[in-house]
């Protein structure tokens, strides 16, 4: 049934090189994912190696290419919210939920360090299931991760 659904996704699209990428965001939209079923079907599907579908997919953050836990967490690492304590954000989820960033231990929760999202004055940014908040605070993270526990 899944294997229909991602035809049908792939479907949308003709077969040309510059739409993968679409097809990819599209895919990890739907099923919070690109599995390895998702690729060989691109591939064959675009007529391109699998490899390719994977560099592409693997280069952008918005695409995942394993199965996510049921909570994401992501905090900018860029230089503004750098300079604006993020590192001090990230630690404080670390302790908090017993995980570590970029470690997929916890089935529940997933922190993750994620290059510029564009909000550079409005840092630290964290996205929490695609739910963003700027200028987060130690003070406020707790509040924040409380409607998610």
Request: charged fraction near 25%; aromatic fraction near 8%.
């Amino acid at each position: 049934m899944i294997k229909k659904t991602i035809q049908n996704i792939i479907l949308e699209f003709e077969p040309e090189a510059k739409n993968i990428l679409p097809a990819l965001k599209k895919i990890s939209a739907v099923f919070g994912y690109v599995s390895e079923e998702d690729v060989k079907i691109m591939a064959e599907y675009f007529g391109v190696s699998e490899s390719k579908i994977f560099e592409t997919a693997s280069f952008y953050d918005e695409i995942k290419t394993e199965k996510q836990p049921e909570i994401l967490i992501q905090i900018c690492n860029s230089a503004n919210c750098t300079v604006n304590n993020s590192f001090s954000i990230i630690s404080e989820v670390e302790n908090f939920l017993k995980i570590k960033a970029g470690s997929s231990a916890s089935s529940k929760f997933k922190l993750e360090e994620i290059s510029c999202l564009g909000r550079c004055a409005d840092g630290p940014v964290m996205v929490v299931n695609g739910k963003i908040f700027e200028r987060v605070t130690k003070s406020s993270l707790h509040g924040i991760l409380g409607e998610y526990l």
